[in-house]
């Protein structure tokens, strides 16, 4: 099928689903997501035979280490995947809840109501078990969602999708309520995104480039996930324990992921101890660390800091997504200066203070412009599932709809709803007939 015209179906049967959506109880959601649930487990070693063939492809592509770790799908990540579909089984049903409601004068009864957002376009990078988590946040809420991920992970795709349609006939979902575009054609992307008499809202997720070129084509709403440039700051007055722990965390655990830090910085009063305390530990992990002219005199002169690589930052290594073992190192003077640093160099994602002063920790949580701010914790823990969503669309960085990780609640609108009683405005209705007074017959009455 010519290109334009398949892009065309898939969108015209997502489109149409939505009203078989809307008819849905609670129950055969969960059902859906609970069988889809049983056959990952069930096909879990074919799922791991096309990831290989992704994996594959990508090694022969020379991708970093950082990056095939984001495509890999192993029995953990599907166990991950089949908590996810549990754990949003589990969720409250937000579509037709009322979440407000009031009396006004009049008697009218005003409110909002929860409904779907509608049919939703994801387009996204690298890693496949974003399928499964998009899927089961738009089955629980009604959404239609037409998937379109990176051609790197096209046969982890298929398979995923196909399980999510084997579930969805045996349970009675609307089988094109989830869509897949099979293609790594990239004209794709740009068809899709003049869909918008078919397609209500775009996300995408991925690298900067994919997020400006779908905000710069979309003819259709656009809730932006921009890169996610992390700082952690660790103050004068931070606690040395946690401030290891956290800037170890945050960075090696999994450096890939867009809520991995990318700058660390450092109070100039505490940075001679802490520095060559944590070059340690990265250098045992690989880490570069890309310093300022502090850092690196502290660092060079450091035997702590021998097994690590040490380079001079550039300004713009303070404003990269590194997705990779290297991290940016300012140290500063003052509080004002960590606080003005982050808001200059962060993309508004996650941020965090490590600091045992009560006041310095919730001046950071109102001065830090970003989605998610945090006192004493990783950054990594900016994630739907772990703040108890059940999975996420992905961190918004907008400052509309929705900021930070998206759930299933926020994959909804509210609307209003009205009851009333033949109530009418200004009392402005249907004329009233007047009354005709009878004609008098003279002749009648003279005769009388």
Known sequence: ????????????????????????????????????????????????????????????????????????????????????????????????????MWTRPNGLRVGQMRVPLGTILIIYESRPNVTIEAAALCIKSSNAVILKGGSETINSNRILVDIIKQASKETGFPETAVEFVDT??????????????????????????????????????????????????????????????????????????????ENLVVHADIAEEFLPKIAYYYGK??????????????LQDAPEAQDVEIVPATEEDYYEEFLDLIIAVKVVDTF??????????????????????????MRFINEIDSAAVYINASTRFTDGNEFGLGAEMGISTDKIHVRGPM??????????????????????????????????????????
């Open 1 to 100: 099928m010519e290109l334009k015209k398949y892009i065309e179906y898939i969108a015209q049967n997502a489109k149409k689903s939505q009203k078989k959506l809307l008819k849905l109880n609670t129950k055969t959601k969960d059902d859906t997501l609970l069988k889809t649930a049983q056959l990952l487990i069930e096909r879990k070693n074919e799922i791991i035979e096309e990831n290989k063939k992704d994996l594959e492809k990508a090694r022969r592509k020379g991708y970093s280490k950082a990056l095939l770790d984001r495509l890999t799908l192993n029995e953990k990540r599907i166990e991950g995947m089949v908590k996810v579909l549990q754990d949003v089984a589990s969720l409250p049903d937000p579509v037709g809840e009322v979440i407000h």
């Open 184 to 261: 790594t054609d990239r004209e794709a992307v740009n068809l899709l995104l003049k869909m918008d008499n078919y397609i209500d809202v775009a996300i995408p997720r991925g690298g900067e480039g994919l997020i400006k070129t779908v905000v710069e084509k979309a003819k259709m709403p656009v809730i932006k996930h921009y890169k996610g440039v992390c700082n952690l700051y660790v103050d004068s007055e931070a606690d040395m324990e946690k401030a290891l722990n956290i800037a170890y965390n945050a960075k090696v655990q999994r450096p890939s992921v867009c809520n991995a830090i």
């Open 285 to 298: 992990a690989g880490v570069e660390m890309r310093c300022d002219e502090k850092s690196l005199k502290i």
């Open 336 to 361: 004002d200066e960590a606080i003005d640093f982050i808001n200059k160099y962060g993309s508004g994602h996650s941020d965090s203070i490590v600091t045992e002063n009560y006041t310095k920790g």
């Open 407 to 448: 759930g299933l609640k926020d994959l909804t609108i509210p609307k209003y709803i009205i009851f009333g009683n033949g109530q009418i405005r200004d009392n402005f209705g249907i004329p009233k007939e007047k009354e005709q007074t009878p004609e008098i017959d003279e002749t009648a009455c003279n005769q009388g």
